[in-house]
């Protein structure tokens, strides 16, 4: 199956997404961490990309279109593949139609997760990710079990830069502003499926696997 997954920030894109691959045996694309990823190992990517991702912004179109396609090339994507994070904006999403026509390949379904954006604040406010793994804690309604440390690795949890109160913000005008449009655009294509993202995380992913017939 060939998958995107839409959603503001703090959706649980990433939850469903590592659940859902693990299901169907696919790889994961997760345009935000790869971005993480080479911010921590310090390349020029990762320069280059931390410039935009602390202030909330997005990363230009050229270079995210070319890990994208770099991965859709390299990872095993031939039995298909879950997109979490790209695209973000419409040409994005004309750029994958284009690499998924030279790979003879098209999407089988957009999935959107729906979520308000007080809940939004409220949810990536308490969010703690863990630096090493990328597992990711709720202060509240998923507490790591020691003080702080993440469960599998023991390392000290850490509040995203851009999980704070004034980039958050930033995150969610930016995502109505340059993302919601592709509503639209996957709408139009007749491959959008919307969800209630302020279920629990079990009745979303159910309800995700009903729509796409997922046993
Ligand atoms: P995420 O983990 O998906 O919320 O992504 C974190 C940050 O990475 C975003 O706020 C953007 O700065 C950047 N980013 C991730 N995916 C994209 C994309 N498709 N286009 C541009 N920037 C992106």
Redesign the pocket.
């Given at each position: 199956m060939r998958l995107v997954m839409l959603g503001p920030?703090g959706a649980g894109k990433g939850t469903q997404v590592e659940i859902l691959c693990e299901k169907l045996s696919v790889p994961r694309i997760?345009?935000?961490?790869i971005?993480r990823d080479a911010v921590r190992k310090q390349t020029e990517l990762g320069k280059k990309a931390m410039l935009?991702?602390d202030k909330?912004?997005?990363?230009p179109d050229d270079i995210?279109d070319l890990i994208v396609k770099e991965h859709l090339l390299d990872t095993d994507c031939k039995k298909g593949f879950i997109l979490d994070?790209?695209?973000?904006t419409v040409p994005?999403a004309e750029i994958l139609d284009e690499i998924m026509d030279e790979m003879n390949m098209s999407l089988d379904a957009v999935v959107e997760i729906d979520v308000h954006s007080e809940e939004i604040i409220k949810r990536l406010e308490k969010r703690r990710s863990c630096p090493k793994c990328g597992r990711i804690y709720h202060l509240i309604f998923n507490p790591p079990e020691n003080d702080n440390l993440c469960d599998d690795c023991n390392v000290e949890l850490i509040h995203r830069k851009?999980d704070k109160r004034e980039v958050i913000l930033n995150?969610i005008e930016v995502y109505h502003e340059k993302t919601e449009p592709l509503r639209g655009y996957y709408r139009k294509a007749s491959i959008l499926k919307e969800v209630d993202g302020e279920q629990p995380i079990e009745d979303v992913l159910n309800s995700i696997m009903k729509m796409l017939n997922i046993d």
């Amino acid at each position: 199956m060939r998958l995107v997954m839409l959603g503001p920030p703090g959706a649980g894109k990433g939850t469903q997404v590592e659940i859902l691959c693990e299901k169907l045996s696919v790889p994961r694309i997760s345009t935000g961490a790869i971005f993480r990823d080479a911010v921590r190992k310090q390349t020029e990517l990762g320069k280059k990309a931390m410039l935009y991702i602390d202030k909330g912004n997005l990363v230009p179109d050229d270079i995210t279109d070319l890990i994208v396609k770099e991965h859709l090339l390299d990872t095993d994507c031939k039995k298909g593949f879950i997109l979490d994070g790209f695209p973000r904006t419409v040409p994005q999403a004309e750029i994958l139609d284009e690499i998924m026509d030279e790979m003879n390949m098209s999407l089988d379904a957009v999935v959107e997760i729906d979520v308000h954006s007080e809940e939004i604040i409220k949810r990536l406010e308490k969010r703690r990710s863990c630096p090493k793994c990328g597992r990711i804690y709720h202060l509240i309604f998923n507490p790591p079990e020691n003080d702080n440390l993440c469960d599998d690795c023991n390392v000290e949890l850490i509040h995203r830069k851009d999980d704070k109160r004034e980039v958050i913000l930033n995150r969610i005008e930016v995502y109505h502003e340059k993302t919601e449009p592709l509503r639209g655009y996957y709408r139009k294509a007749s491959i959008l499926k919307e969800v209630d993202g302020e279920q629990p995380i079990e009745d979303v992913l159910n309800s995700i696997m009903k729509m796409l017939n997922i046993d």
